[in-house]
Each structure stands twice: as structure tokens, then as C-alpha cells.
């Protein structure tokens, strides 16, 4: 019995860690590669996705994401070109904390690629 309660007492413990870890506000980065192009995406307070391709010569990028848990989805958002290699999504993206997944649709001269990411976002 006291060793259960111990379990209990540890798990719990490790709940709290981890639920005051996914609260922490700022900025999320994550990065992903395909065969053909790799980027680093970048989200500031839930309305702004900076793209940065750090393999291939991407003339577009355009971004989705998914909330499956919850049945969110956003409409396609096309990320405007800052510089070479550099993109900005802007709007409404994430319309609420948790898990989100983010396509990052790159295409260029290599062709199209979709790249996959898992996000954590949280204000």
C-alpha cells in the first residue's frame, strides 16, 4: 500500500511539473525536413508563423493547421515572402491553446513538399 501511494504521490508530482511547463507562455519554434526542403517555423503569440527554409529554394509557403482533439482546422494561409527563404503567415492561426498540428506546404524549384509539425501553443 505505501508503495501505491508513493507511485501516486510521484505521479503527481510529475503532473504538476508538466502542467506548469505546457502554461508557459512565448514563443514556439519547431523545426521539420522532407526530401526536398527543411524550415524552421516559428510562432509568436498565436497569430504570427515566421517561416524560415533552411534547404531548398522556396518561391511559396503556405500554412494550415489542426487541432484534431478538439476538431479545429484553419483555412490555408499564405505566407507573405520577407526576404529569400524567409516567409510570414499572419492571422488567426491558432484559435486556441494545445496541441496543434502544422502543415508547412513549401514549393519551388525542387517541386512541392509538405512538412509536418507538431506545436505546443500557449499564450
Known sequence: ??????????????????????????????QGAGARYAVTLTIEEGDTADIVVDRGAADAVVVTATMPQMGHVTPEAAARRLAPGRFRADGDLFTMDGVWEVSVRVSGTAGEEVIPLTVLVAS
Open 1 to 30: 500500500m505505501r508503495r501505491l501511494l508513493a507511485c501516486g504521490c510521484l505521479a503527481a508530482a510529475a503532473m504538476t511539473i508538466v502542467v506548469g511547463c505546457l502554461s508557459v507562455p512565448g514563443a514556439v519554434t519547431a
